[in-house]
T-cell receptor, first 113, second 110 residues
Framework: EAQVTQNPRYLITVTGKKLTVTCSQNMNHEYMSWYRQDPGLGLRQIYY???????DKGDVPEGYKVSRKEKRNFPLILESPSPNQTSLYFC????????????FGEGSRLTVL | GQNIDQPTEMTATEGAIVQINCTYQTSGFNGLFWYQQHAGEAPTFLSYNVLDGLEEKGRFSSFLSRSKGYSYLLLKELQMKDSASYLC???????????FGAGTRLFVKA
């Protein structure tokens, strides 16, 4: 089954404790992206990757890092989480950068205390 | 700046037709998408417009006017399961980013 898989789905952590949210897709998509979704603000893009070893900042990259060492994986790293990073995070992938629809993972709800 | 506007909430009756509007101001244009998102779930793709006009797909249609920076999503023969948020998203020039509107929550009542 074609899918985007994120882990963990739910996480409660404390300020400053490094964490990684994994994302994996099995559709051989070149383009992958991370979004956060907050009430009233919609989905905001954190980082995106056009291919292996090619990443770039989205609109809200501060406090986040990403890597793309393999085509299928695109982890999101929070080196020192803060409460303002409490949010619902979505990973997405697309077969075509410009016109392709996004396929989303199920989301990861993160709470930073 | 880049901005996408859509109504926050709409209510419609089962069996009726509803139109959800979206206006956008972005640095260039490389396509407009509509996604559906049920509460607690991931967004799923509904439609894609890159040229002016109407794209029809079953009960859902999407319209685009690039000169006006305007799109709408038309839902016909509404069903209770259509209660969801509808997200308008635009790809600016370059196509590497996708900018989303805040979404329109649609309530379908019996």
């Amino acid at each position: 089954e074609a899918q985007v898989t994120q882990n963990p789905r739910y996480l409660i952590t404390v300020t400053g404790k490094k964490l990684t949210v994994t994302c994996s897709q099995n559709m051989n998509h070149e383009y992958m992206s991370w979004y956060r979704q907050d009430p009233g603000l919609g989905l905001r893009q954190i980082y995106y990757s056009m291919n292996v070893e090619v990443t770039d900042k989205g609109d809200v990259p501060e406090g986040y890092k990403v890597s793309r060492k393999e085509k299928r994986n695109f982890p999101l790293i929070l080196e020192s989480p803060s409460p303002n990073q409490t949010s619902l995070y979505f990973c997405a992938s697309s077969y075509q950068v410009a016109s392709g629809e996004l396929f989303f993972g199920e989301g990861s709800r993160l709470t930073v205390l | 700046g880049q901005n996408i506007d859509q109504p926050t909430e709409m209510t419609a009756t089962e069996g009726a037709i509803v139109q959800i509007n979206c206006t956008y101001q972005t640095s260039g244009f490389n396509g407009l998408f509509w996604y559906q998102q049920h509460a607690g779930e991931a967004p799923t793709f509904l439609s894609y417009n890159v040229l002016d006009g109407l794209e029809e797909k079953g009960r859902f249609s999407s319209f685009l006017s690039r000169s006006k920076g305007y799109s709408y999503l038309l839902l016909k023969e509404l069903q209770m399961k259509d209660s969801a948020s509808y997200l308008c998203a635009v790809k600016p020039t370059g196509g590497f980013k996708t900018i989303f509107g805040a979404g329109t929550r649609l309530f379908v009542k019996a």
